[in-house]
């Protein structure tokens, strides 16, 4: 029986959802998709000055939403069929355990597969739009983005379940930041791998706190990510360790000059962050209580990019 606690919302069902475009609409986790969008406008600032396009930008932030839509329904799919979201009796919903859109019956399981690869679809057919008016260095951006939205949790790869999810939600979101740069300024440059950074390891800490309700589930269907293999205690580390890597990146490209001294600003972000890991310690025996730090931590990911953007922008235009 599932003790999530009575604040967080009702999970989805047919008898809420009775026409089909609110049901896919909603199978997308819509409102987890924002981080994408903080994503890109840090892409953006970070090319300000190459010039800007906003019909360029608007249709790359429109393939990256609908690239981070298409992975979120397929890894419902995966996670469908290795049984984890199934077994998730401990799920903070709408933040762990998955859309539970298979598990209760508002989607088939190849009504979802078939979502997620027409969004994949969508996203090739407007990436190579954008190749054509761009360059084909977005090619391998764009190459590299699906396929690592797809091994995250489709079999035989199933890389989160081999303890490389946290590689991969910091290397998918990283491209996203690099995507946006290259869409204006026509070159590939180390610029948006560097600003980005802060950015993905804050994303990546998402994944981390998530995975601690889903901890139970994720042993019995055999996702052996680095929350599952180590005991709770331990595993709360990692949420330091890589909150203080991201706090360092940014504090080492502002001394290498990489970024101007007013970057410093967005560290405000590691504050929700580091209270979100005090919350950790004291309830890593508790997931159940976890939800307020999840909310701190996804304030966070998106706090700091948001800042950085502003101050970027800021910058270009003194």
């Known amino acids: 029986m599932n003790s999530r606690p009575a604040s967080l919302p009702a999970e989805p069902s047919v008898e809420s959802l009775p026409h089909p475009l609110p049901r896919y609409l909603l199978a997308t986790r819509p409102a987890f998709l924002t981080i994408t969008l903080a994503g890109c406008l840090l892409g953006f600032a970070g090319a300000l000055d190459a010039g800007f396009s906003w019909p360029l930008a608007a249709l ?6 609908a690239a ?29 355990g998955g859309s ?7 989607l088939t399981p190849r009504q979802m597969l078939a979502w997620g690869l027409v969004l994949f679809a969508l996203v090739i057919a407007g ?4 190749i054509d008016h761009t360059g084909f260095g977005l ?10 939205g797809w091994a995250y949790s489709a079999p035989p790869l199933k890389l989160n379940s081999r303890g490389l999810g946290e590689i991969c939600v910091a290397a998918g979101f990283l491209l996203i930041v690099a995507g946006a740069d290259f869409v204006q300024r026509g070159a590939l ?9 802060p950015y993905a390891l804050l994303v990546t800490n998402i994944l981390y706190i998530n995975q601690f309700p889903d901890r139970a589930a994720d042993l019995l269907a055999g996702k052996r990510h680095w929350v599952a293999r180590l005991a709770p205690t331990a595993a709360a580390r990692g949420y330091w360790l890589i909150l203080a890597l991201a706090a360092g990146s940014l504090l080492g490209l502002v001394a290498a000059a990489t970024l101007p001294a007013l970057a410093l600003v967005s560290l405000l972000a590691t504050l929700p962050a580091f209270k979100a890991g005090r919350e950790l310690n004291a309830f890593t025996s508790q997931p159940a209580r976890l939800a307020p730090a999840i909310r701190l ?8 990019p948001v800042l950085l953007a502003g101050i970027l922008a800021w910058t270009a235009r003194s």
């Not at 790359?60 to 939403?65: E, G, N, W």
């Not at 839509?69 to 933040?95: K, Q, S, W």
């Not at 440059?189 to 950074?197: D, K, Q, S, V």
């Not at 931590?297 to 700091?304: G, Y």
């Open 100 to 106: 539970r859109f298979i598990q209760n019956g508002v």
């Open 297 to 304: 931590t996804i304030v966070a990911a998106h706090l700091q």
């Open 60 to 65: 790359t932030l429109l393939l990256a939403l």
């Open 189 to 197: 440059t180390a610029t948006p791998w560097l600003i980005g950074l």
């Open 139 to 148: 090619f391998w951006i764009g190459l590299a983005g699906l396929l690592i």
């Open 127 to 130: 990436g190579l739009w954008l």
């Open 68 to 96: 981070h839509a298409g992975v979120n329904v397929l890894n419902d799919y995966y996670d469908h069929l290795n049984g984890t979201d199934a077994a998730n009796t401990e799920r903070l919903f709408p933040f762990t």
